[in-house]
């Protein structure tokens, strides 16, 4: 016990809590904040942070698919082909990546290069979730349809790509995922979209955590404190969300996976940054940058959408919209 008690176990225990905080306000997967910050806080290398990652997500996400499934959110059709996609390429995965080098180094390098890409990939898909909402809320073209036709191709790709992202860097399953469902079943209110993506993500994570851990064991001063930080933290998110303004967390999580990503790879040594040395100056300048570009960028799309540049209605009051068009929907009913 005195071996898990640790300086590390207090910082690991922290930054659960904070991530599972962010997770519980706003809804997106853990993976795509939890993991940088475990590897930047230097707790492990690339390969026992993933697993460790994956480990307590296949916890938490179990809690909220419990609660999901009881609510009768989720479409289990549709999550039942998701599945079937996934959960082969989350266990073959790791094992595609393992397969490239034998040396640890280079593993390391891979995966955070692997990581910092999906990051990237994360925030660009987060901000065009957000546009696609707004754009359709403003149309008013959609009406729900809580059981569409089920695409069984589609969605098994979406799967397939959703699995291999999350069994190799544990980013992925509730943000690119997500995006990709929105764009297929766009009569999917926003429950249903969530109470879907956390069920089919519980035997995703499990696959992609059961496959890093055959490879990689298991780091219990690791996944101890991360699981005692990020349930409670989740749990106090979900009870904040209703007083916190939704919209400037969102764009604020654009700006953070942006420069996590950037971040991760400059340390991991990609070329175009430079393998020598690290570049914090270049970084904290293109979280300026970010600061000042997202809320003009996301201006000037409400704008489009003939909203004002800024103030009300919030991303939060969209989707509020969105629900209540949904409910007020001929032959509907709404949402619990």
Known sequence: MDDLITTAFFSILAAGFIVGIVVGLTGMGGGALMTPALIFLGVGDAATVVTADLTAAAVYKTGGAIVHSREGSPNFDLAKWLVIGSVPMALLGPHLVAGFTTDEDQLDYVLKMSIGFALLLAAATYALRLYINLRRVRSGAQAEDPNPQIRPLPTLLVGALGGLLVGITSVGSGSVIMVALLMLYPGLSAVK????????????????????????????????PLVLGSVPGTLL?????????????????????????????????????????????????????????VPL????????????????????ELEGIDQGRRSASPGTSPDK
């Open 237 to 293: 998110g979900s009870k904040l969300a209703p007083r916190v303004p939704q919209s400037f967390i969102r764009r604020g999580i654009v700006v953070v996976l942006t420069m996590s990503g950037v971040a991760l790879l400059d340390k991991a040594g990609w070329a175009p940054l430079g393998v020598e040395e690290t570049h914090p100056i270049l970084i904290a300048g293109i979280g300026l940058a970010m600061i000042v570009l």
């Open 297 to 316: 960028v996301w201006g000037v799309l409400r704008k489009e959408q003939g909203l004002p540049m800024f103030g009300a209605p919030t991303v939060a």
């Open 193 to 224: 979209l969530v109470g879907t993506d956390l069920v089919q993500a519980v035997p995703l994570v499990m696959a992609a955590a059961i496959s890093n851990i055959v490879l990689n064991g298991l780091d219990w001063g690791l996944l101890i």
